[in-house]
């Protein structure tokens, strides 16, 4: 599928580092809902559907990766 922006591009890497892919993922999620808003003046149906897929999707990826593991000690009061 052909990204609606640049910064939702599938094909590109997410970073490793915790703060560069925040940043990733949330100019990702800011970049697609100022598309949506741009197609939604225009009148685009077909287009803000794609595109609130894509966003849906990139959302997701920002809240799975906004979870915090949780430590061994923590879950069972063990330490190692």
Same mark, same amino acid.
């Given at each position: ?6 910064? =939702?591009? +599938?094909?590109?890497?997410? /970073?490793?580092?915790?703060? $560069?892919?925040?940043? #990733?993922?949330?100019?990702?999620? @800011? ?8 197609? =939604?003046? +225009?009148?685009?149906?077909? /287009?803000?559907?794609?595109? $609130?897929?894509?966003? #849906?999707?990139?959302?997701?990826? @920002? ?18």
């Amino acid at each position: 599928m052909t990204p609606l922006t640049s910064s =939702a591009d +599938l094909s590109a890497a997410i /970073p490793q580092g915790a703060g $560069e892919r925040h940043d #990733r993922l949330e100019t990702a999620v @800011r970049s697609l809902r100022a598309e949506r808003l741009r197609l =939604a003046r +225009l009148g685009f149906e077909l /287009p803000i559907a794609r595109c $609130e897929a894509q966003l #849906r999707y990139w959302e997701f990826l @920002r809240a799975i990766h906004a979870l915090e593991p949780i430590s061994r000690t923590r879950a069972t009061g063990e330490e190692r």
